[in-house]
């Protein structure tokens, strides 16, 4: 394993893209910052700008107004980037597929590592997915993963 | 003051310039009147009567569009909804709202957006929630426009 | 010199849940000017609604809003029983309103740790978040679920609440109170937050009425309305409760009506469950006649407004929903325009806005090359307070 993934896999920044949602996956990726689950024990921090992170979490079902803003934030991203798709709006638009204005789900417009689904996924399930996503880091696992 | 006396009291103000009254129960009732009496009976209704203005729907019905703009009596607890229906769908216009109130600025951008209805006198009526690519004369929330079903995955990125 | 500056708050920040573009115009250090382009989290929700069935239309209108995630499905629910007169058993009222009571309580402490933070309190948004894990407890074990609690149904609601559960609420909502008295504490007489927030983004009366503002906004412009006194539904006009306004409307006036509607729900819900008879939940409705039907709900934002129009089939022709911020939001023009950049982010706050009801997007971008996204902005106001503490000798 290289020095990158050494320290990857030990401290990750996470940049939060919603892309449209309903903000209860984003209260529940907040909630895990507070004392009762505290993602900073795992060496998880949220990160303000997309130049400092390592993992994109993307939430909502990809407006059509968010569609070059997330293109243009994965450009962005310093590589080796992953991409987390967030909650079951995140992973296919979940209840809005059918809508005029969700085109296409977040993996169609970028590379997804990994799904968390619920809605919203329990601060327990982010945890897990985000350890999973650590672990794929560290065996460089190619195959898409689920939380 | 309840809703019985809320209706008289705009009835005799305007009138035959009312076409209907429904009194559903003792908190609903909907009015239908012209499109071009609007500005006046809301002024009315909002600042004479002073009632809250809720909010303003449309529908796309088989004899035209209606607009529908809801006001709450808080004090009485109860809703009159007055209704204009817009018998043109190709060019439907209304007068626009806003000199009464300023609350219904962004209610008439994201009618007009959806419904493709004029609101005549209302200069800022850019598109509020659409994308600035969406196609000019496709009124999402018209009947005539239907959402396409397809699985994204076998047409690929749009 | 004076120059004008476009001030970016946004695209994406941690705290900042939603993405938001606001297009500030500031002038030195004020603000001039303010435009808002929305639309980022616009899914459609009312034309998707047209081609569902009444029943699957309430599971979408839940996810409006993550934090009204009660209040809109009890709109929807009320606008669909209004068409026809649809009862509703008595046991069925009494969990609606514990439901949206226990959930104001939630939105109130999860929008006070957002506020301590842009003020740089840092505690005071790990406590609240802490403390309202406590609610979340009680969600779980009676619905569920933390959030999307999926109870309401037209005709009653889903679930019952189990008398085994009445005591586990009940202890816990006597842990939660002294830790609000402590909050309450500590943002309520803090001469720093005093000096932060009073004269700060002040909304006169005549612009609240004149804005149609809804919620603790207005009722801290000394705008007396509320939904659950003045259009009552579900129990509320069965237990005894106060509206709590303020006459100042500044952001000050807003932060302590929100800490006291705590209160008051975590007494309507005591009530309540002292109150509840026994009975069925559900009046089990068969159909939808035609015709139009309006439900209002409170929603810890101010009313939330479902209009439906039935044409006698299973799915509604028209869903009109309108969320509270709707008309909330355009009041922070109306406020933010000659204060600072520093007193930007707690005024928009101070709206509490529910991007996702709403959809709003900040976008900022600078001719002079001055560009500031939302951590800079959130650091400026968290400066501010530093500087306030240094000045007045408090550590």
């Known amino acids: ?147 | 003051m309840n809703i019985d006396e809320a209706l008289k009291s705009i009835t005799d103000r305007f009138g035959s310039r009312i076409l209907a009254v429904s009194r559903r129960s003792v908190k609903r009732a909907y009015m239908d009147i012209y499109p071009k009496d609007i500005v006046d009976i809301v002024r009315y209704i909002f600042k004479d009567m002073a009632f809250r203005f809720n909010i303003a729907s449309a529908v796309d019905d088989f004899d035209g569009l209606e607009v529908i703009y809801h006001f709450s009596n808080d004090a009485a607890g109860f809703v009159i909804s007055v209704r204009a229906l817009l018998k043109d769908k190709t060019d439907p216009h209304i007068d626009t709202i806003t000199e009464v109130t300023r609350s219904a600025w962004w209610i008439e951008r994201e009618i007009h957006e959806l419904f493709g209805i004029e609101f005549d006198g209302n200069k800022d009526l850019r598109p509020l929630l659409l994308p600035d690519d969406w196609p000019s004369g496709v009124y999402p929330l018209r009947k005539n426009f239907v959402v396409p079903k397809r699985d994204s995955r076998k047409e690929g990125a749009e | 010199m004076s120059h004008k500056a476009h001030v970016p708050i946004g695209p994406y920040h941690p705290l900042q849940e939603e993405p938001e573009f606001y297009k500030l115009v500031v002038d030195g250090e004020k603000v001039v000017d303010v435009d808002v382009r929305i639309g980022y989290n616009h899914r459609g929700i009312e034309k998707i609604s047209e081609s569902k069935n009444f029943d699957q239309s309430i599971f979408i209108v839940e996810r409006i809003c993550g934090i009204c995630s009660s209040s809109h499905p009890i709109a929807c629910v009320q606008a669909i029983e209004d068409i026809a007169d649809i009862p509703v058993p008595e046991r069925a009222l009494y969990i609606r309103t514990i439901n949206q009571e226990l959930e104001r309580i939630h939105s109130h402490l999860l929008w006070l740790g957002l506020a301590g933070h842009f003020l740089g309190y840092n505690t005071v948004f790990m406590w609240s978040w802490k403390y309202r894990e406590l609610i979340c407890d009680i969600m779980e074990t009676v619905t569920g679920n933390r959030q999307n609690y999926a109870m309401l149904k037209v005709g009653g609601v889903r679930r019952d609440i189990e008398k085994e559960h009445v005591p586990y609420i009940l202890s816990r909502l006597d842990e939660l109170l002294p830790k609000l008295d402590m909050l309450k504490g500590a943002v309520l007489d803090d001469p720093v937050i005093h000096a932060r927030l009073k004269g700060v983004g002040v909304l006169t009366k005549e612009a609240a009425i004149d804005y149609a503002t809804l919620g603790p906004v207005a009722r801290a412009s000394g705008v007396d309305i509320d939904v659950r006194r003045d259009h009552p539904y579900a129990a509320y006009d069965r237990v005894k409760w106060n509206v709590i306004t303020r006459e100042e409307g500044d952001v000050f006036a807003k932060t302590v009506v929100r800490i006291l509607e705590m209160y008051e729900s975590a007494s309507i819900i005591r009530q309540c469950l002292d109150k509840m008879p026994q009975g069925p939940i559900d009046s089990n409705p068969k159909d939808v006649p035609a015709g139009e039907g309006i439900g209002l709900a409170e929603a810890p934002r101010g009313e939330c407004f479902h209009y439906i129009k039935s044409d006698g089939t299973n799915s509604p022709m028209r869903h009109k929903i309108r969320a509270p911020t709707y008309m909330n939001f355009p009041t922070f023009r109306e406020t933010v325009i000659g204060e600072t950049i520093s007193d930007a982010t707690i005024i928009l706050a101070g709206i509490d806005p529910c991007y996702c009801c709403t959809e709003r997007m900040l976008i900022v971008d600078t001719k002079d090359k001055d560009i500031m996204n939302v951590e800079k902005l959130i650091k400026l106001s968290q400066e501010k307070t530093a500087r306030l503490k240094e000045k007045m000798g408090i550590k």
């Open chain 1, 1 to 147: 394993m290289g020095l990158k993934e050494i320290i990857l896999s030990k401290s990750i920044n996470v940049f939060h893209l919603s892309s449209g949602s309903c903000n209860n996956c984003d209260i529940e990726i907040l909630d895990c910052l507070t004392p009762r689950y505290d993602l900073e024990r795992f060496g998880i921090t949220l990160v303000g700008s997309i130049r400092h992170a390592d993992v994109i979490l993307c939430t909502g079902s990809a407006n059509r107004l968010t569609v070059p803003i997330i293109k243009k934030l994965y450009d962005e991203m310093p590589k080796p980037a992953f991409v987390v798709a967030f909650g079951a709006c995140g992973s296919s638009r979940g209840l809005f597929k059918d809508s005029y204005n969700t085109g296409q789900p977040i993996d169609e417009i970028i590379p997804v590592d990994a799904y968390i689904p619920g809605c919203p996924p329990k601060p327990e399930a982010i945890i897990g997915g985000l350890l999973k996503l650590i672990e794929k880091i560290k065996d460089k696992n190619k195959g898409k993963i689920k939380g």
